[in-house]
């Protein structure tokens, strides 16, 4: 049985890049994280891909609007592919170094340091157990 989706309401290319996008990569769209909400203003369902923020695919229940997004992501990255651009590179497909640098104002940045000496612990391991809470 084959369900028919509605038009989609946004498509377009994702205008931020950053260097987590590759040249033609071998992509499936299944590594994408999609999300599925209420709209109060449209008054169904909204289908979202986190990694194409401008688009979008409204449907009147949620299957249908992760169908619909799935849809659409899959035609743009075909369309990206053929055109030879940038396809951005899903988060679970991403290498973390576990690393980040944070700045923080220096007044924290005493007050964190005195506390794990305090604790007899590494500004390090401090800001991470309170990161992981």
Same mark, same amino acid.
């Given at each position: $049985? ?16 950053? @260097?987590? =996008? ?5 992509? @499936?769209?299944?590594?994408? @994280?999609?999300?599925? @909400? =209420?709209?109060? +203003?449209? +008054? ?5 891909? &986190?990694?194409?923020?401008?688009? &979008? =695919? ?5 299957? #249908? ?6 849809? !659409? ?6 369309? !990206? ?32 340091? $005195?506390? #794990?000496?305090? +604790?007899?612990?590494? !500004? ?10």
């Amino acid at each position: $049985m084959t369900t028919e989706l509605p038009s989609p309401t946004k498509w377009g290319k994702c205008s931020q890049q950053s @260097t987590n =996008w590759k040249e033609n990569p071998k992509i @499936t769209i299944d590594h994408y @994280t999609y999300r599925v @909400t =209420w709209s109060a +203003e449209d +008054e169904e369902f909204v289908g979202l891909v &986190s990694h194409f923020p401008s688009l &979008s =695919w409204l449907a009147p229940g949620q299957v #249908a609007a992760l169908l619909g997004i799935r849809s !659409l992501t899959a035609d743009v990255v075909a369309d !990206l592919q053929l055109s030879q651009e940038k396809i951005p590179v899903p988060l679970a497909d991403r290498v973390y170094s576990g690393e980040f640098k944070l700045r923080i104002p220096p007044e924290l940045n005493r007050s964190l340091a $005195m506390q #794990a000496a305090e +604790e007899r612990v590494s !500004l390090n391991r401090l800001v991470a157990a309170r990161l992981a809470r």
